[in-house]
């Protein structure tokens, strides 16, 4: 064998790939803060939602948890969203199909507020 099919032959798959994406010119891949993930968890405590503002894909489900001791709601303030009132340790999810931005809050707490950011 020559030196460089020896060569060739001790590259480990992985590193044959990227070499062969790097030299087809393959589409940039970029990292994100916020997880691809189909769920993402608001807890809503102390009187609050938290995180208050939330940014996830098109296609993504919000998920509410209510840890206070009181009973909370999840409203969006343009009717998209409307959950029963939860008492601690409930949930209540929406899974959100059009970018947009949703505000939210508790009808029973008014000054809790929230909002959604859909990409």
Known sequence: ????????ASLTAPVM???????AGSPSVTANDQPDAATVEVKIDNFSFGPQTVT???????????????????????????????????KFSYTFTKAGTYPYYCTIHPKMTGQVVVQ
């Open 17 to 23: 790939i990227a070499m062969l994406l790097l030299l």
């Open 56 to 90: 996830v894909p098109v296609g993504a489900t919000v998920t509410w948890t209510n840890r206070d001791d009181i009973p909370h709601t999840v409203v969006s303030t343009d009717g998209v969203f409307k959950s029963k009132v939860r008492d601690t340790d409930e």
């Open 1 to 8: 064998m020559t030196k460089k099919k020896v060569w060739l």
